[in-house]
Every structure is written in C-alpha cells, then in structure tokens.
C-alpha cells in the first residue's frame, strides 16, 4: 500500500515529451502524431517515426444468424487514414469478435517486439447465462473492441501491417484469414537450432545474469504505473459503492419527504417540490455513476491490461537476452570438453590440469573396452561440428538480442505517447462527468431553494 503523500502516477507526465516537438497532429483524436522532415532529422535512434494518422472506430452491433445455434455479434469497424499502405482514405466492413481474436494472436506473432494491447475477455458469465447479446453487453463489448483498435491506430509500426490494413478493407477476410496462416511474414527459418538449444536450456528460474540499467528502469517504472492503477481502482471501486449507497438513501428520504408532506397541510406543496428535488438528485448520482465512474473504472481496468502487454515484451527481450547467455555458456563448455579431449590425445592431459572430473571419465571408458584414441578423435570430430553451429547460433542469438533491446527501447516510447494519451483523455471525461454532475446539482438545489423560502413560521 502506498503512503498518502506518494505519487503513485509520478511516471506520468502530462507536458509533451521533447521527442514529440516538431510533429503535427492528426485532424482529430488524441494520441495521434506525424513525422515531419524537420521532427525527423532531429529525432533520436530510438525515437519513433510515424508516416501518417489512422482513427478507427468500432460502432452498430448487429445480432446476426438470430434464433439460431450460430447467431453472432458482428460490428462496423471504419477509419480515417492518410496511410498509403491502404488503397482508401475511408476503409469500412463488418467483422466479428472471433476476427478481432485472430487480429490480435497474430499481430502478436508477426511483431513480437511491439506492445500489442489485449482484447476483452471472452470468458465471462455472460457466456454461461446467455446474455452475451443483451444491448448493454455488446454496447460494453463495442466500447472495449473500439479502444482496441484506437490503440493500434496510435502504434506507428502496427497501424502499418497489412494484416490490419486487410481488416478494415479484405471482402474476403476468411480466405485473407488462411492465407495468413499458411504464409505468415517474417517467419526465419533459421531460428531453428536456437529455440531447440535454448529451450532445454532455458526455466521459468532463469534470471539475466547482466541485466541492463535501462531496462531495469523500465520494469521499475512499469510497477509504480500499475501499482498506482491498481490503488486508484480500488478507491474508485470503494467511492463508487458509497455513490451507491447515498443515491438509495437520497430515494429512502424523498420518500420520507413525501410522507411526511401528507401530515403537514400546510406545506405539503413545498415538501412535495422538496422531494421532487431529493428524487432529481438521486437520479444524477445513478446517471453520474453510470456515464462517468463506471466508464472509468472499465477503462482504468483496460490500461492494466495494456501495461501487462508492455510488461511482456520487456520479460520476451529479456528471454533473448538470456539466449544468448545461456548459448554462449553452452559453447564453452562444448569447447572446453573438445580442448581436454585434444590434449589428452596429445599426451599432455598430465599437465593441463583438467582435474578429478576429466580423469574419472577417461577411466569409465577405458573400462568400457572403447579403443581410447579413435572413440575420442570421433568425439572430437563431432564436437567440432557442434562447435560450428553452435558459434553461428550464439553470433545469431547476439543480433537478435540486440536488435530486439533496440525495438524494445523504441516500443517503450510509443507505449509512453500511447500511456499519457488514454491517461489524459480518461482522466478528463471522468472531470467532464463531474462538472456536469454539479453543475446540474446546483440547478436543481437553486431552484428550490425559494419554494422553501417562501414557507411561513409562526414565531
């Protein structure tokens, strides 16, 4: 839990990031920004570079299949776009969740260094009771699918993928859908003998054993984010039960009022507009719970989601980092073995110093029977090989994790841009909900206020 005098959002800030001067906005939308020439040449290396804008929206769920075992939801995704990757300003079509599911696995898959944001989760009790096609539930679905999609649009890389450009323009999205799967981009064929050398390597234990200060950094700041939204969620959790709670009491006292109008002829006109007023009341309480704490609470829930996905990719960068290590720890080792074999060959093992270990397993396969000198001059031939492909998998696994720290550095600043949007646009529709909860409130209490002044009291 943290103190009350710590600022649990000291990682945010809401000025413009020195990276960011020189870049013009999108017409509309937050988040939204476009190199220009002059932003370009003064931009950093791990500084991204966006080529345009593209505002998506996800809107009119429609029930389709109805009355039938196979009936689904499918919703109109559409998009503004000056990308030139999409053959249209203005792409539109119909897609179901199950597309936005596939969308989002192989985003993930076909950039496994950016930070692609998550989906709802399709595992509720909506699905058990059947009401998974109530308008409340698929206006909450459309709302979730519609971040979603605005996230990508922000991601300078992913607003670029062809799969995503498919998805708002493919009239034959199943067959885009397969043709994907069969023929997925960037797939190395190489990788092959790392993942089958790593992985037998490799535990959930494992830890980097030279971590890097600037990725070290990054995981701090990424707790102190989420340990902050979690606090935040919990007390806008507690302050929405007790809004609950006054609204019924505000009820319970109209009601009160009202009764006790029906005793007191002589005011039970001012006592009825009294309750009236109590009535009104609760009602903004429900509605500023409904428009604005509750919107809140799902989209403060939907940014810890979306750090976890930015959490992932520094845990994956880490993983190669450990490849590599682990790769290059199995190489001296094999070459180790190949060098005690020579010089045991050679005649030299007396002096090399080799120790208790390497003398023990000469003499087991002395007793074994194996001619000595032609099972390890075999053994060394195989080694050698080992040793060859083993130096072409460490070389390989030390650019990949370099190229890979290199994205990640790069993904963590899109991430910030992408971060300090949402926070300021939810921030300030749950400030918006409350101006005009109180700006309403006060009308509604000013205006009674004369009703009751105009009651007399006998002194």
Same mark, same amino acid.
């Given at each position: 839990?943290?103190?009350?005098?710590?600022?649990?959002?000291?990682?945010?800030?809401?000025?413009?990031?020195?990276?960011?001067?020189?870049?013009?906005?999108?017409?509309?939308?937050?988040?939204?920004?476009?190199?220009?020439?002059?932003?370009?040449?003064?931009?950093?290396?791990?500084?991204?570079?966006?080529?345009?804008?593209?505002?998506?929206?996800?809107?009119?769920?429609?029930?389709?299949?109805?009355?039938?075992?196979?009936?689904?939801?499918?919703? =109109?995704?559409?998009?503004?776009?000056?990308?030139?990757?999409?053959?249209?300003?203005?792409?539109?079509?119909?897609?179901?969740?199950?597309?936005?599911?596939?969308?989002?696995?192989?985003?993930?898959?076909?950039?496994?260094?950016?930070?692609?944001?998550?989906?709802?989760?399709?595992?509720?009790?909506?699905?058990?009771?059947?009401?998974?096609?109530?308008?409340?539930?698929?206006?909450?679905?459309?709302?979730?699918?519609?971040?979603?999609?605005?996230?990508?649009?922000?991601?300078?890389?992913?607003?670029?993928?062809? =799969?995503?450009?498919?998805?708002?323009?493919?009239?034959?999205?199943?067959?885009?859908?397969?043709?994907?799967?069969?023929?997925?981009?960037?797939?190395?064929?190489?990788?092959?003998?790392?993942?089958?050398?790593?992985?037998? =390597?490799?535990?959930?234990?494992?830890?980097?054993?030279?971590?890097?200060?600037?990725?070290?950094?990054?995981?701090?700041?990424?707790?102190?984010?989420?340990?902050?939204?979690?606090?935040?969620?919990?007390?806008?959790?507690?302050?929405?039960?007790?809004?609950?709670?006054?609204?019924?009491?505000?009820?319970?006292?109209?009601?009160?009022?009202?009764?006790?109008?029906?005793?007191?002829?002589?005011?039970?006109?001012?006592?009825?507009?009294?309750?009236?007023?109590?009535?009104?009341?609760?009602? =903004?309480?429900?509605?500023?719970?409904?428009?604005?704490?509750?919107?809140?609470?799902?989209?403060?829930?939907?940014?810890?989601?979306?750090?976890?996905?930015?959490?992932?990719?520094?845990?994956?960068?880490?993983?190669?980092?450990?490849?590599?290590?682990?790769?290059?720890?199995?190489?001296?080792?094999?070459?180790?073995?190949?060098?005690?074999?020579?010089?045991?060959?050679?005649?030299?093992?007396?002096?090399?110093?080799?120790?208790?270990?390497?003398?023990?397993?000469?003499?087991?396969?002395?007793?074994?029977?194996?001619?000595?000198?032609?099972?390890?001059?075999?053994?060394?031939?195989?080694?050698?090989?080992?040793?060859?492909?083993?130096?072409?998998?460490?070389?390989?696994?030390?650019?990949?994790?370099?190229?890979?720290?290199?994205?990640?550095?790069?993904?963590?600043?899109?991430?910030?841009?992408?971060?300090?949007?949402?926070?300021?646009?939810?921030?300030?529709?749950?400030?918006?909900?409350?101006?005009?909860?109180?700006?309403?409130?006060?009308?509604?209490?000013?205006?009674?206020?004369?009703?009751?002044?105009?009651?007399?009291?006998?002194?």
């Amino acid at each position: 839990m943290l103190g009350d005098d710590e600022d649990v959002f000291d990682s945010v800030t809401w000025e413009t990031p020195q990276v960011a001067q020189g870049y013009s906005a999108a017409p509309s939308g937050p988040g939204f920004i476009q190199s220009t020439a002059d932003s370009e040449d003064r931009a950093g290396p791990h500084d991204p570079k966006w080529e345009g804008y593209l505002i998506t929206s996800v809107k009119d769920p429609v029930k389709e299949l109805a009355e039938t075992k196979d009936a689904y939801v499918s919703y =109109l995704v559409s998009a503004k776009t000056n990308l030139s990757i999409f053959s249209t300003p203005n792409p539109s079509s119909r897609r179901r969740f199950q597309d936005f599911v596939f969308l989002r696995d192989n985003l993930t898959r076909d950039f496994p260094a950016c930070v692609v944001p998550p989906l709802p989760d399709k595992h509720r009790l909506e699905y058990v009771t059947g009401d998974r096609f109530s308008p409340e539930f698929m206006e909450r679905r459309r709302l979730e699918l519609h971040r979603f999609l605005e996230r990508l649009g922000r991601h300078p890389t992913l607003q670029r993928s062809t =799969l995503l450009r498919a998805f708002f323009e493919s009239t034959e999205w199943h067959v885009t859908m397969h043709q994907h799967t069969a023929h997925p981009p960037n797939q190395d064929q190489n990788s092959g003998i790392i993942d089958n050398i790593s992985d037998t =390597l490799l535990n959930a234990f494992s830890k980097v054993r030279k971590p890097d200060d600037r990725f070290l950094s990054m995981r701090e700041n990424v707790d102190k984010f989420e340990e902050g939204l979690l606090l935040s969620e919990r007390l806008w959790n507690r302050v929405r039960s007790r809004t609950n709670d006054l609204t019924g009491d505000y009820h319970d006292l109209a009601v009160a009022v009202q009764g006790l109008g029906f005793l007191e002829s002589g005011i039970t006109d001012p006592l009825n507009h009294f309750s009236n007023t109590l009535l009104e009341f609760s009602a =903004l309480l429900r509605h500023m719970t409904q428009t604005g704490t509750d919107p809140f609470l799902v989209h403060l829930h939907s940014l810890l989601h979306y750090s976890h996905a930015n959490r992932a990719v520094l845990k994956l960068r880490d993983q190669k980092q450990m490849d590599f290590e682990e790769l290059s720890d199995y190489l001296s080792n094999v070459t180790a073995e190949r060098d005690r074999l020579s010089a045991v060959i050679s005649g030299h093992a007396g002096s090399t110093g080799l120790g208790l270990g390497a003398y023990l397993r000469d003499r087991v396969d002395a007793l074994r029977g194996a001619d000595d000198d032609r099972s390890r001059v075999e053994k060394m031939r195989k080694l050698d090989v080992k040793i060859k492909e083993l130096q072409d998998a460490v070389t390989t696994a030390h650019e990949t994790s370099d190229a890979f720290s290199e994205e990640t550095l790069r993904e963590q600043t899109v991430f910030q841009y992408a971060k300090e949007a949402e926070m300021k646009e939810m921030l300030g529709s749950l400030a918006d909900s409350q101006i005009e909860f109180y700006k309403s409130a006060m009308e509604e209490w000013d205006q009674i206020i004369p009703v009751i002044s105009r009651i007399k009291v006998d002194v």
